[in-house]
């Protein structure tokens, strides 16, 4: 997946240099630092247009889910940490609060360019007895077209990871739709 991007960002008008990222489940980053006296909001506006250029040689999952493309400074500026003083909500709860409401409002302040979260993003892993679907006639595509029919976002486990045990051979992480 990154390769086109890459193809296509690389010699970007005002560029440095490109790094990139990928990681087993999927994800991918890609960073484009630029020389200093570069125009931030046209190197931008360049990179982006690029990666348009780029979008139609990408996985259909990937065209599904949309790319993001961020302007910001790498050097980080403050940090807050997130937490429930008395103890009465658990990570996951803050973590999902952090992502929805707090996230949110901070790129709203004036001046503040990106959020950086290490917060997880709430998700439902579901795990699927093979034996059982069987029995019912499904099979996992079965599973996945029910959920895709929710409008809900799938990305299918871990690239790399060993297999499941017998009777749990898929392993699907859920990912809510933003509203």
Not at 86 to 108: C, E
Not at 116 to 124: K, W
Not at 129 to 146: I, P
């Amino acid at each position: 997946m990154t390769t086109p991007i890459e193809t296509q960002v690389n010699g970007t008008p005002g560029m440095a240099y490109l790094q990139s990222s990928s990681t087993s489940d999927g994800r991918t980053t890609i960073n484009v630092n630029l020389k200093v006296g570069t125009n931030p909001d046209i190197a931008a506006l360049d990179i982006q247009n690029r990666v348009g250029i780029a979008t139609p040689a990408l996985p259909d999952d990937v065209k599904r889910l949309g790319l993001t493309t961020r302007k910001r400074n790498p050097s980080i500026l403050m940090l807050v940490a997130m937490y429930s003083p008395k103890g009465t909500h658990n990570v996951t709860f803050v973590d999902n609060y952090t992502n929805i409401f707090v996230r949110d409002a901070l790129l709203r302040v004036p001046g503040v360019g990106d959020i950086f979260t290490r917060a997880d993003d709430f998700s439902m892993r579901v795990w699927l007895q093979t034996d059982r679907l069987a029995q019912l006639g499904l099979t996992a595509g079965d599973v996945v077209n029910a959920l895709t029919e929710q409008n809900l976002q799938i990305a299918a486990g871990s690239v790399g990871a060993s297999p499941q045990p017998k009777g749990q051979a898929f392993e699907y992480t859920v990912l809510p739709t933003a509203a």
